[in-house]
């Protein structure tokens, strides 16, 4: 991106975004700014952009700021959506058309053990238990405003909205709710994982495909 508006601009143009996904990490709401003195409309650089861009990448619109706008540094909160099929082995025919946007889930997840295992999640907390093992970050705490797991037919979306995320969080949240879900730990257990501050107390970091950066909030 920073190549393509360079091009357009004649400028070099350094490109802030709002943060870095995993790869395989989808987003429907990813953000980024930069500043440029060149006299093209702002609201037409969506149109010149997607002529040039691959087309994995669409700019769906465009907006001025001022000086002071950073898209990482000002932003309040971000939204993910991680989307689990739950599904048997002789009727997962729609993982043939979702399999690199959902984590398919063969054996019964019980919706409402996994809904009372979130409640203890919500709110401001020490998240060294639901953190990649290799971060070098030394601030574990983050505060989750929403955490809500919705079912339609055999898909669950966990649907999760915190200040900031730790690398691979959402990720090892999920994967520690559906071991709940799946009747492998008690939803009290999740209590315990947060106090231990032990990643290895947790679930495993499910697959990146199901994650979708929804929205980032500013």
């Given at each position: 991106?920073?190549?393509?508006?360079?091009?357009?601009?004649?400028?070099?143009?350094i490109?802030?975004?709002?943060g870095?996904?995993?790869?395989?990490?989808?987003?429907?709401?990813?953000?980024?700014?930069?500043?440029?003195?060149?006299?093209?409309?702002?609201?037409?650089?969506?149109?010149?952009?997607?002529?040039?861009?691959?087309?994995?990448?669409?700019?769906?619109?465009?907006?001025?700021?001022?000086?002071?706008?950073?898209?990482?540094?000002?932003?309040?909160?971000?939204?993910?959506?991680?989307?689990?099929?739950?599904?048997?082995?002789?009727?997962?025919?729609?993982?043939?058309?979702l399999?690199?946007?959902?984590?398919?889930?063969?054996?019964?997840?019980?919706?409402?053990?996994?809904?009372?295992?979130?409640?203890?999640?919500?709110?401001?907390?020490?998240?060294?238990?639901?953190?990649?093992?290799?971060?070098?970050?030394?601030?574990?705490?983050?505060?989750?405003?929403?955490?809500?797991?919705?079912?339609?037919?055999n898909?669950?979306?966990?649907?999760?909205?915190?200040?900031?995320?730790?690398?691979?969080?959402?990720?090892?949240?999920?994967?520690?709710?559906?071991?709940?879900?799946k009747?492998?730990?008690?939803?009290?257990?999740?209590?315990?994982?947060?106090?231990?501050?032990?990643?290895?107390?947790?679930?495993?970091?499910?697959?990146?495909?199901?994650?979708?950066?929804?929205?980032?909030?500013?």
């Amino acid at each position: 991106m920073e190549e393509k508006i360079s091009q357009i601009t004649q400028e070099k143009i350094i490109l802030n975004g709002s943060g870095r996904t995993d790869a395989g990490v989808h987003a429907l709401g990813q953000v980024a700014n930069f500043k440029t003195n060149s006299s093209i409309p702002w609201v037409e650089f969506p149109l010149i952009l997607n002529r040039l861009l691959p087309l994995d990448i669409r700019i769906k619109k465009a907006e001025g700021v001022d000086d002071n706008f950073h898209a990482r540094y000002s932003a309040v909160s971000k939204i993910y959506h991680y989307y689990v099929l739950n599904s048997n082995l002789n009727n997962n025919y729609l993982s043939i058309f979702l399999r690199n946007y959902v984590y398919c889930v063969y054996k019964k997840i019980n919706l409402e053990e996994m809904k009372k295992a979130s409640i203890f999640l919500q709110g401001k907390h020490d998240f060294a238990s639901f953190a990649c093992s290799g971060s070098r970050i030394r601030n574990w705490e983050r505060i989750i405003k929403d955490i809500n797991i919705i079912r339609k037919g055999n898909i669950f979306c966990f649907h999760i909205e915190a200040d900031a995320f730790l690398y691979k969080m959402v990720r090892i949240i999920v994967g520690t709710l559906l071991e709940v879900g799946k009747g492998n730990i008690n939803y009290l257990e999740v209590k315990k994982i947060l106090e231990a501050k032990n990643r290895k107390m947790a679930g495993k970091t499910v697959p990146a495909k199901g994650l979708f950066l929804m929205k980032v909030k500013y």
